[in-house]
Each structure stands twice: as structure tokens, then as C-alpha cells.
């Protein structure tokens, strides 16, 4: 690539952030395409079938394995898994509202309306009595960019951190897709029987959206923390779900939108 700063230009190899289809299905059927950054996908899918409403636990699936999906050369990408729900477990009729196709760019791209993907949580994520002192939350952003490996040599990863409420980092997962990377944290959590979240903190690179407020209330999670904007969309599900959302958490200071009793400020 041609490098350009100033009057100076150079000619460099550079790394760059992988970007892949995944398709998902249940018993064969297709489900969803997804763009994400390959890895963790068993969390990914886990993440994404459990903030879509289709599996409330790990009981529920009752078995996962990548399908063999070649290139032209006949090698497995592995941009296919394949989910078995266990049995009772009722798969979504997709040909009624909704479009599970999404990007890397934007995960509810092509839903039908708001009605279609504001899911109901299991969890009562309001009644949560978390306490998160200032300085921990202002931490946060250091602490996301510093476990960034994949960012710190392509510069084109997001990352999505889950914390305590004392700021100990629990696992950080990097995609080309924000919403992906929650996906990967929360499948990280329900694979290993630790939803809901609650007394956790998630936080995010780049902006907090209706989606990833979505994906923290269904993972019972109350404190979601954005180092840019939330939506507007996504402070009225905070404030109707009880989650304190954290926009704009950046050196030493914040806007913390709803539920602002969870944080602890100093005298």
C-alpha cells in the first residue's frame, strides 16, 4: 500500500482485519448471515441465537459443528455452523417479520420494525443493585484498548470488554462488527453457565446503538459503557429495561444517560 503522511509517501506492506460471511442454521435450515472477524464463532453463534430471543441457556442447544462450506479449491472456509436445538425447543418462523441478514456495519439492518427486534428480557436487569465506583468506570477505556491485540496491528477491530463491577476485565473479544463482538462476550458467558450477567459492566468501542442495548438487556447486564454516542433508540430501551448506559466515557470524564444511582461519585 502507498502510505502517505505530509510530503512524505512510502510503500509498506500492512495488516488488516479479516472479514468473512457466517451463515448460521438450526437442524440444516438457514437462519442468519452475519459479516464478522473469524474466531470464537461457537461463542458468536451462541451470543447471537441467545440475544435474538431463540434460546434462553445452554440447555438449549443441544449440539453445534461447523459444515462444510469450500472455496474454489475445495478447502473447508468454515463459514458455516450448523445448530441442533435440543428437543422442545422451537425454531423462529423467519417468513413472518423478520430478516436476520445482517452486516458488519449495522446488525439490524433490514429487520422490519422495532417491534420486530425489541426482545424481551428474562432478566429483570432493573432490580440489579450494582454500584460502580467513578474512577473504575473511567478506567474502562484503558483497559479495553490495552487487551486489543488484533487492533493494535490492523487498526480495524472493534472490541466489546465484560468487567466486574470492581474493573477486573473478564473477556474481551475483537470484531469487525460491534455487534459481533458482544455477541462473542455474551456466548463466552453462556457457554461457561454465567447469564445473567448481572453485577457486570460492558463495554464497548465506538457508539452505543439500539442493538448492543438489546444484547445487554437480554444478557441481564446493567451497565453498558460506550466510549462514543448512544442512539436515541438506544437510551429509551435503557431507561424502559433498567440499564445505566454510559455514553461518551472517555480521559476523565462521561454522560451517563439513565439509571445514574448505580454510579458512585466522589464527594
Known sequence: MLRIRGPVRTTRPDTVAAEEPLEIRLN??????????????????????????????????AGLRY????????????????????????????????????????????????????????????ADATRLELATLLALPDRLRAAQ?????????????????????????????????????????????RVPLAGHVLMVSGRASFELTQKAAMAGIPVLAAV???????????????ITLVGFLRGDGCNVYTRQERLVLPD
Open 228 to 242: 462514543s454516542a448512544p442512539s436515541s433508540l438506544a437510551v429509551e430501551l435503557a431507561a424502559d429495561v433498567g
Open 149 to 193: 491485540e488484533v487492533f493494535t496491528k490492523t487498526g480495524g477491530l472493534h472490541a466489546a470488554g465484560l468487567f466486574t463491577a470492581d474493573g477486573e476485565l473478564v473477556v474481551l473479544r475483537e470484531d469487525v462488527g460491534r455487534h459481533n463482538a458482544v455477541d462473542k462476550v455474551i456466548g463466552d458467558a453462556l457457554r461457561a453457565g
Open 28 to 61: 440444516g435450515s438457514p437462519l442468519a448471515v452475519t459479516m464478522r472477524t473469524p474466531g470464537a464463532d461457537f461463542d458468536l453463534v451462541h451470543g447471537f441465537l441467545a440475544t435474538e430471543g431463540v434460546i434462553a441457556g445452554i440447555d438449549d442447544v
Open 67 to 126: 459444515c462444510n462450506s469450500v472455496d474454489d479449491e475445495g478447502r473447508n472456509t468454515y463459514n458455516v455452523v450448523d445448530v441442533d436445538l435440543a428437543p422442545g425447543v422451537q425454531p423462529p418462523d423467519t417468513a413472518l417479520d423478520r430478516n436476520f441478514l445482517t452486516s458488519s456495519s449495522c446488525g439490524v439492518c433490514g429487520k422490519a420494525s422495532i417491534d420486530a427486534i425489541r426482545t424481551r428480557t428474562r432478566h429483570d436487569v432493573a
